[in-house]
């Protein structure tokens, strides 16, 4: 049989960004967070973005989620451009393609777990699949607590409250902000094998900013900021090796 090499498509890719430039300010306070950074995430993988402080990445993960706006160049959702849309059709596509978790989890404390999991889709105004809760909850561990509310849960069971509302939507695309910077080393273990089974048992995408090498060693691949610029990347990452380029990058 012929060995057939097929060239990559935009399906291939959830998301890719085209010299994406941003700038704060104007005249003389401007400062320039990123600088024409290219790069494109292949479906189903997990990649970790890391860099000295203010290198850019929360910028970049805003950008490449449609929170924020570059200054110039072009992000792509699968085959949505982005700066094609207005406000409304933006937040239509983030609330359609992305789950968001953040290192503070962002709950709502009037809300049982169950309420706050489903919160995107009664946003979206979609019918909740209760089979399918049950399942996303299930999965994060905490099939038992449904009625619960946050302040009754540890650290590490909020943030999985957190990734079950991040997955109801059946996103294309899980962006993560430093998720396990307020957890202790085991509900980190619990949250990062989460994320990875997020890419290796249901093929969605992660992409995560995190200070630490352990943590970015969970990913398939980690880029390097270092002034707004992409400074590297390392496949299949070691902590050893990704702290060894971060102390390479200046301070961190
Ligand atoms: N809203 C804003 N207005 C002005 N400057 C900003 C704004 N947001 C970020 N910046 C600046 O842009 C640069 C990049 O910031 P960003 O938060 O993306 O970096 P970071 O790598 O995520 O930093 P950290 O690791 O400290 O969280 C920094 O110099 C920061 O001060």
Same mark, same amino acid.
């Given at each position: ?73 072009? *992000?792509? !959702? $699968? %085959? ?6 207005? =406000? ?6 983030? &609330?359609?393609? +992305? ?40 999965? *994060?561990? !905490? $099939? %038992? ?6 302040? =009754? ?6 943030? &999985?409250?957190? +990734? ?42 992660? !992409? ?45």
């Amino acid at each position: 049989m012929a060995n057939v090499v097929r060239r990559a498509t935009s399906a291939d890719y959830s998301i890719r960004l085209g010299s994406v430039s941003k700038v704060y300010g104007s005249a003389k306070s401007a400062v320039q967070a990123l600088d024409t950074v290219s790069i494109e995430l292949r479906r189903g993988t997990f990649t970790a973005v890391m860099g000295p402080s203010g290198s850019g990445k929360s910028t970049f993960l805003n950008c490449a989620a449609g929170l924020d706006r570059p200054t110039s160049g072009s *992000v792509w !959702l $699968g %085959d949505v451009e982005l700066s094609g849309l207005d =406000e409304v059709q933006l937040t239509e596509v983030r &609330r359609q393609r +992305i789950g968001f978790i953040f290192q503070a989890y962002n709950l709502l404390g009037a809300l049982t777990v169950e309420e706050n999991v489903m919160l995107p889709l009664r946003l979206a105004d979609k019918r909740t699949d209760r089979k399918f809760l049950r399942e996303v909850l299930t999965a *994060v561990g !905490l $099939g %038992d607590y449904l009625k619960r509310r946050p302040s =009754e849960l540890s650290g590490g069971q909020q943030q &999985r409250v957190a +990734i079950a509302r991040a997955l109801i939507n059946q996103p294309d695309v899980v962006v993560a902000d430093e998720p396990t910077g307020a957890l202790d080393t085991r509900s980190s273990r619990q949250v990062l094998e989460l994320l990875r089974s997020i890419v290796d048992d249901r093929g969605q995408t992660v !992409l995560m900013v995190t200070h630490d090498p352990v943590v970015a060693s969970f990913a398939d691949s980690v880029v390097f900021l270092a002034d707004g610029k992409l400074a590297g990347d390392l496949t299949r990452p070691t902590p050893e090796q990704v702290a060894a380029r971060m102390t390479h990058l200046g301070e961190w």
